[in-house]
């Protein structure tokens, strides 16, 4: 099974349209620091794709991975659908760009699928009238995509954030409007972890890391305090959602102490870490835990 990075920002990429912070002026200047919304490409058979969450860079993002490439027939396409850790904006805008194909297929928590119809009224409004939804429930029991592909995808609940617009919304299964994906080939037993989003980190969420092979997770801040002394927030990291990377509650330390390889995505423009040469790269490093790049290839 092949894993691709299509992209390790938080909101807003990197640059971000309406910012000129450190990280987003590095990334004008410096091409190679751009960063697009993150989202992976994870091969569930021969010709066959799934993306994991659906961001606003989604064309950029296949256009730039020839394996979700269209052929030969005119509109065949080996993209088969999308896996959601969740209903923020940044990680389902980019359905609406899906619209051209005769069905899409979600695989989504209950909660998660519950606000983008009657929240974001998503089928009603921008979908249904172009395209089919074909929804499929995501728990987590490690199941299959089809019958005959080596892919597994399970869930498991890390936190209970909506997402703003989701705020007033009755819905069922309140732990898991945020999940980690397990995704695990059947062939060879490995296995990869991916958490874009970390509020917490359960009890569940620890076991499934000291048994996956390859751990991705949330490093939107490099700090608790970095939205305050950045100038751009007025909450801490954790009450934004997000359990830095550094410091007593931080993440590299519980990363560090795994076997499983071990990477940060959906970095914030304002983390240092958008600095190819920031002293934090150092401190990772010497922890043996390493920050995903757009583009990369993991084979399990």
């Known amino acids: ?26 990334a004008r200047a410096h091409p190679g620091w751009r960063r697009r919304h993150a989202s992976l490409a994870v091969q569930a058979a021969e010709g066959r794709w799934y993306l994991v969450n659906a961001t606003p860079d989604l064309g ?3 256009e730039d991975c020839p394996e979700l490439h269209p052929g030969p027939e005119p509109r065949r396409t080996p993209l088969a659908g999308v896996i959601l850790t969740d209903a923020e904006l940044d990680h389902t805008l980019g359905i609406a760009r899906l619209r051209e194909a005769d069905g899409i297929e979600i695989v989504a928590t209950a909660p998660v699928r519950h606000a983008l119809l009657t929240g974001l ?15 499929r429930p995501l728990d987590p029991g490690d199941r299959p995509l089809a019958e005959d592909s080596p892919l597994a995808v399970g869930a498991v609940p890390v936190s209970a954030k909506r997402p703003r617009y ?31 989003a970390l509020a917490a980190w359960p009890d569940a969420f620890q076991r499934a890391a000291e048994s996956a092979d390859h751990v991705i997770v949330d490093g939107t801040f490099w700090s608790d305090d970095e939205p305050l002394t950045s100038g751009f927030g007025s909450r801490t990291a954790t009450a934004m959602g997000h359990l830095p990377i550094d410091g007593p509650g931080g993440t590299a ?17 304002t983390n240092p870490l958008n600095d190819p040469a920031a002293p934090q790269h150092t401190v990772l490093r010497e922890l043996g835990v390493e920050v995903a790049a757009d583009g990369m290839v993991i084979d399990l």
């Open 1 to 26: 099974m092949r894993v691709r990075v299509l992209g390790t920002a938080a909101g807003g990429g990197v640059p971000q349209w309406n910012c000129a912070c450190p990280g987003c002026s590095g």
């Open 60 to 62: 950029e993002q296949v």
């Open 121 to 135: 009224h998503l089928g009603e409004v921008l979908i249904t009238p172009y395209a089919r939804l074909d929804w």
């Open 166 to 196: 989701a705020a007033g919304l009755d819905a069922p299964d309140e732990d898991a409007w945020v999940v980690a994906l397990r995704l695990t080939d059947r062939t060879s037993g490995r296995s990869l972890l991916y958490a874009p």
């Open 253 to 269: 330390r519980r990363l560090a102490a795994l076997e499983a390889r071990t990477l940060y995505t959906h970095l914030n423009n």
